[in-house]
């Protein structure tokens, strides 16, 4: 088969690479790409964002068998909805599934009719209601823009006059444009055992039919060590989650994932692809923090190395509707991904600083904001390169990744250097 990505970053090299070892696939691509995929796949210039551009680029080259769509952003705007109508097969859910992402308010409400564990919540398009609401709430709280917002549209607000501001920002001042016509107020939730509150990302292979969660990560959405600084797409993740246990696996599987599953179907909106879940371990059991509609970003570059089957496989029997006929395994040990970003970076930062990589071991350098300009590799983004290590726990895979770091510059580059050392007590 010959297979095409649609994505630019380090969670679209890390999908390729795994799709490079599967035994189904022949030819790769990647719509857009970067230096990285161009390593392993034709990267291919069209803006995937135009649904008519890709139905254009699909139906001039028949040779592609398979789509697959990562993003929000191609999601949400129904670019899978448009390659299916030209009869094109697809990983990804179609727009009326994507929504779970896409609106907050619609994952909310979701969850409060189908008794899925979450905050407490209200959604707001009004300016003083939500105002009233927030004062009569009180502090911490948070507030979250209802759309697409680049994972910045979430405030945590430790004072009433925080939230005052949070919400003026959102619905008055438009901060987040669109996505900030309606804001979902939420009550702050805790951790059973850290503050702030322990946090896992499971994600999951969905049919519509069965639900199959893959292995767990955690990721580290601030810019600094200690969890201090601006949040950002995610600094770096670690797999296995060190705080999972059997019982958690099942109390997420039946009160949380399934039920998920069946909801999206009882509102005739099945979702078919890969179903990302944001959870929080809390005093009252593990409750939903987000819903994304697809890989996570730095996640998949630490799940799918760990990944035994062939993914290609998966893949197809997702599109098929036959998941519950293959059997999923994992490799034993651990993985740790440590982004590496631009100076400055979520602010702003410079593009085109010349990379130099040295040896890295046995580590892997997937690639996320870079290109080749005049023959030299070169930043081209806020998240550069993500080094990827597997060992026989998490301390020894850590230990690689930075030793390979070491060895790895540009003019700015910054990380961070506690990538995999946090919910060590379990
Ligand atoms: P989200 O974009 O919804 O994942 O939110 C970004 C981050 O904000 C999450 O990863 C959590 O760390 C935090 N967060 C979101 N909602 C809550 C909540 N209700 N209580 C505590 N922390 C939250
Ligand atoms: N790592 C979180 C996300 O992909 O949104």
Redesign the pocket.
Known sequence: MNVLVIGNGGREHAILLALKKSKKVDKLYCMKGNAGTAEIAENVNVDFMDAEAVKAFALANQQIDYYVVTPDDPLAAGIVDALESIGKRCFGPRKNAAIIESSKAFAKDLMKKYSIPTAKSATFDNYGDALEYVRAQGAPIVLKADGLAL?KGVLICKTLKEAEEGLKEIMLDKTFGKAGEKVVVEECMRGLKYDPGEEV?VLAFTDGKTIVPMITAC?H?RAQDGDRGLNT??MG?FSPCPFWTDELASEVLNNIMIPTMNAMNAEGRTFKGCL?F?LMRTPDGMKVVEY?SRF????TQVVLPMLKTDLMEIFEAVTDERLADVDIEWESGACVCVVLASGGYPLAYRKGEEIKIGDVGDCTVIHAGTAIKDGRLVTNGGRVLNVVARGIDVEEARKKAYAAVKNIGWKGMQYRTDIGVKYREG
């Open positions: 994972g990302s990721d959405k797409g995610g993740t990302y944001g994304n996570g970003d730095p996640e």
